[in-house]
């Protein structure tokens, strides 16, 4: 399998001779496993066909900011949310110049505007272009803001200079972009992820639940296991694989979950409750399908064990997290339950926002601990699971040295 299975990689070409190489890139970052979406610049379209990179990457080519067709389909924002990483290559000084002002007035340079995660450019021009003074701002600028640098190489060019402006080879543009992946921060470290809704039997054919998805526990747990994390997942009932090198536990009900969590906690050094546990389960689940009669029902409930509370307040307590699912006055509310239940750290959303949350493929979270406060604007799932991971494990390596 190759290290960019299961990532989005948004290739950006701009106007440069290079372009013609950008479809050998597609080829190099599928080779790896990569899922790519092209957006071309009006400028690349002079240098190669859209029907090119179109039939390379096996998905349209985005080119209009304004295109309602586009827009209905996949949006520009959509499409940012989308990307794990965007690579743009080539990278021209003008494309630069642009991504360095902060325009957005076509779709390449408004897509890395929205976009969170990590940035990687593959310059391409005449060597005096590059060493332009302008160019060197333009890129310390855009280095300053987080943008990763491949290349360029030096070499003869297609304007007949010979210096530093060369685009560098596809093969190792693809390979630079998946080392943005390779991480090792939680090698040896091991964590346990509780995800997913839990049900609570009222007879035989009945339940009681919720409409977790379990998504954002499994994008913890693919996540962590990237990360180098000997992970653990134990999930009520969803319809999700299992990420690879992830070990899972599969529970039914809130008091199955508590004690599958409990047994993991001795060798757990990070435990994440992701589940949506029911609180309350009915008080005998009956034996026999219950028959309709009356007009009204009465369920007797009691309550289910708190497991991320059982699990912080354990003589061998893991470094604990929980979330909070608010609908308002989120940062308050969560910061309760992270002192009521002891935890190290709390991810609050707010669920009463239909664009995250419950059931979405999206969400936007803030984290909060006794010190720390930290925003995480709305991602897909997948994205935001890898920017939790990296603050979880920074925040519970500060705590173990
Ligand atoms: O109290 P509340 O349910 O809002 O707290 C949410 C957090 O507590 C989540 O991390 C959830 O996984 C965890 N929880 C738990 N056991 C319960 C209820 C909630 O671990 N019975």
Known sequence: MGQLFNRNVLLGISGGIAAYKSAQLVRDLQELGATVRVIMTAGATEFITPLTLQALSGNPVHQH??????????????????ADVILIAPATANCMARLASGAADDLLTTVCLANTGPKLLAPAMNQAMWRDPATTANLNLLQERGFQLVGPAEGTQACGDVGPGRMEEPAAIAQRTSALFDSDVLDGISIVITAGPTREAID???????????????????????????TTLISGPVNLDTPDHVQRTDVVTAQQM????????????IFIACAAVADYRPAEALGQKLKKSADTLQLEMVRNPDIVSAVA?????????????????????????????????????????????FNSENNAVVVIGTDYYQELGLASKQQLGRQLVALIAEQYLATVV
């Open 65 to 82: 900011l304004l295109d309602a067709e586009a827009e209905a389909g996949m949006g520009h924002i959509e499409l940012a949310r989308w």
């Open 204 to 230: 035989p054919v009945r339940y009681i639940s919720n409409h977790s998805s379990g998504k954002m526990g499994f994008a913890l747990a693919r996540a962590a296991a990237d990360a180098g994390a000997r």
């Open 258 to 269: 508590h004690d599958a969590s409990l047994a993991a906690v001795a060798d757990c050094d």
């Open 313 to 357: 307040n354990h003589p061998e307590r893991p470094f604990t997290v929980g979330f909070a699912a608010e609908t308002q006055d989120v940062a308050a509310y969560a910061q309760g339950k992270l002192e009521a239940k002891k935890l190290d750290l709390i991810i609050a959303n707010d669920v009463s926002d239909t664009a995250a949350g």
